[in-house]
């Protein structure tokens, strides 16, 4: 609402500085378990209403008449988008995972405003299921560029969160009206509110921010997730998921400012599991990304350069017989199934 300077230090902060304060800082270790922080609900909550609050603000300074400049107007708009994908959206998921009908609810709120309501839904009955496997649309396959990801997950988590919520219906393990009609009415309630505020180009801004948003969330997917496989056993069945089935990141600030996001591996082995107890898992038992969550989401906007970057990376964590990561052009999902018991 200040401008100038203002805007300048926001987008600064979430571009620059976060992975500076990585290289400046040692690395810290995660709570130990049974100790939470204290009020870390407080944190989420709080975090959850800030980007509700900050949404429709941002759309008024871009769209309205605020008196920002062209060049303010854009900074706000890269930085919300910075805001609300690396931090907001990690609030969110945390919120999804908790067993509290009221603080699933917020976090679900959130992705609405982003227009992603079926994250809330394909995160938890789909993707945890599936990951590391060719049934899991937020995985990408080796030799997969992020563009073409980004198409299939968008259009796969929305269609297999709402068969997945359907079928819990069907088998009557739950009650009430289907979920995806709340995504749905929430959504458009948003882009309603954006009219509201400045008409058409108040409708356009909100559509921008939310892409942006979810491009930073369905980055995370790509990179935390990239080329890893789940074996089959010999009863035809995919082995537990495990530690080398997620990227991790070991860089204090940026884990920190993500609620320890990139500590992935014991979220997906323990879901229910609070951020601050998260655990970093040892060199030699999970894949760790050789560079902060935000540069190799940067990296990855460049199919070619992720993909030669990270082949080696990924080299040591492929099976013997499975297929290698392409080395050419973006050519799409590798379906391919590795059949090592």
């Given at each position: 609402m200040q401008g100038g300077a203002w805007l300048w230090l926001a987008f600064l902060y979430m571009a620059?500085?976060?992975?500076?304060?990585?290289?400046?800082?040692?690395?810290?270790?995660?709570?130990?378990?049974?100790?939470?922080?204290?009020?870390?609900?407080?944190?989420?909550?709080?975090?959850?209403?800030?980007?509700?609050?900050?949404?429709?603000?941002?759309?008024?300074?871009?769209?309205?008449?605020?008196?920002?400049?062209?060049?303010?107007?854009?900074?706000?708009?890269?930085?919300?988008?910075?805001?609300?994908?690396?931090?907001?959206?990690?609030?969110?998921?945390?919120?999804?995972?908790?067993?509290?009908?009221?603080?699933?609810?917020?976090?679900?709120?959130?992705?609405?405003?982003?227009?992603?309501?079926?994250?809330?839904?394909?995160?938890?009955?789909?993707?945890?299921?599936?990951?590391?496997?060719?049934?899991?649309?937020?995985?990408?396959?080796?030799?997969?560029?992020?563009?073409?990801?980004?198409?299939?997950?968008?259009?796969?988590?929305?269609?297999?969160?709402?068969?997945?919520?359907?079928?819990?219906?069907?088998?009557?393990?739950?009650?009430?009206?289907?979920?995806?009609?709340g995504y749905i009415a929430g959504g458009a309630s948003a882009l309603a509110l954006a009219c509201i505020i400045s008409g058409l180009p108040g409708l356009l801004v909100w559509v921008g921010i939310a892409l942006h948003a979810q491009s930073q969330i369905l980055l995370s997917d790509y990179v935390q997730h990239y080329g890893l496989q789940r074996n089959l056993r010999v009863d035809g069945r995919l082995e537990p998921v495990g530690p080398r089935h997620s990227w991790n990141a070991s860089q204090w600030f940026t884990s920190a400012m993500m609620l320890n996001a990139p500590r992935h591996s014991d979220h997906h082995a323990n879901p229910s599991r609070p951020f601050p107890a998260l655990r970093l898992p040892p060199e030699d038992e999970a894949p760790r990304l050789p560079w902060p969550m935000p540069v190799a989401c940067a990296l990855a906007l460049m199919p070619r350069v992720w993909k030669r970057e990270i082949r080696p990376h990924l080299a040591h964590w492929l099976p013997a017989n499975a297929p290698r990561p392409d080395t050419g052009p973006d050519t799409g999902p590798d379906t391919r199934t590795n059949t090592r018991p």
């Open positions: 620059v500085l976060t992975v500076l304060l990585d290289q400046l800082v040692p690395l810290t270790a995660g709570a130990l378990e049974g100790s939470e922080f204290p009020v870390a609900d407080v944190l989420l909550v709080s975090v959850a209403i800030g980007a509700l609050v900050v949404l429709p603000v941002a759309v008024w300074s871009i769209a309205g008449e605020s008196g920002l400049s062209t060049g303010e107007r854009l900074l706000m708009f890269l930085a919300t988008g910075f805001w609300l994908g690396q931090v907001a959206h990690p609030a969110a998921h945390e919120l999804i995972h908790r067993p509290r009908r009221e603080l699933f609810r917020m976090g679900a709120a959130v992705y609405v405003a982003l227009l992603f309501g079926q994250h809330a839904s394909a995160h938890r009955l789909v993707h945890h299921r599936h990951v590391a496997s060719a049934e899991d649309p937020n995985t990408a396959r080796p030799g997969e560029g992020f563009y073409r990801f980004a198409v299939r997950a968008w259009r796969g988590s929305f269609l297999q969160g709402m068969r997945a919520e359907t079928d819990l219906r069907a088998r009557g393990h739950w009650i009430g009206p289907h979920p995806y009609v």
